[in-house]
């Protein structure tokens, strides 16, 4: 079963507008991370935000987490045209096992 | 530096074929995992290990078989295809166990089973 749910499943803005996708997840971790997909290519890693983390930023990218609702967020700021792929959140906690969502579609339109 | 190179990027494959897909890292990372993609389930774990010599299971490992003899190879076997079977495969590797450190993925390997 997956760990982490992200929502939404799609997500369609204008070039400028931020986006804003949610992943939830089922157990305690050490960490979270996010990874970007291209169509037809493999994951890229994005961020990595650790348990005891609340914030982090990376360029226009900004993720929270909030470990008592078991949740995360990743901010797109001023998307652009090369920023629509499919984003994973995924999970490690405690064991050698990374478990992934099932992914938000991201469509940023020019 | 290539990173993770899988070959092939496309396989057909008839049923009750057997294959090995070939995933190569050249960063030196102890840490390597399979992963299958389908539609709507995200990344599953297929098998991964820890280092040359030790591999372990992950949440679908049924009809694939792995072994790790270098540290820079993992590559993953079917022994017998299935439809089921058909999906895109990623290989990824890390310095560190997942739990903290970011992991470098390969460009897929493309699978049908007819």
């Keep these: 079963s997956q760990q982490g749910e992200e929502d939404p499943q799609a997500l369609s803005i204008q070039e400028g507008e931020n986006a804003t996708m949610n992943c939830s997840y089922k157990t305690s971790i050490n960490n979270l991370q996010w990874y970007r997909q291209n169509s037809g290519r493999g994951l890229v890693h994005l961020i990595l935000i650790r348990s005891n983390e609340r914030e982090k930023h990376s360029g226009r990218l900004r993720v929270t987490l909030d470990t008592s609702k078991k949740s995360s967020s990743l901010l797109i700021t001023a998307s652009r045209a090369a920023d629509t792929a499919s984003y994973f959140c995924a999970t490690a906690s405690g064991t050698y096992k990374y478990i992934f969502g099932t992914g938000t579609r991201l469509k940023v339109l020019a | ?114």
């Design chain 2, 1 to 114: 530096n290539a990173g993770v190179t899988q070959t092939p990027k496309f396989q057909v494959l008839k049923t009750g074929q057997s294959m090995t897909l070939q995933c190569a890292q050249d960063m030196n990372h102890e840490y390597m995992s399979w992963y299958r993609q389908d539609p709507g389930m995200g990344l599953r774990l297929i098998h991964y290990s820890v280092g040359a010599g030790i591999t372990d299971q992950g949440e679908v490992p049924n009809g694939y078989n792995v072994s790790r003899s270098t540290t820079e190879d993992f590559p993953l076997r079917l022994l017998s295809a299935a439809p089921s079977q058909t999906s895109v495969y990623f290989c990824a590797s890390s310095y560190a166990p997942q739990g903290g450190t970011e992991a470098f993925f390969g460009q897929g390997t493309r699978l049908t089973v007819v």
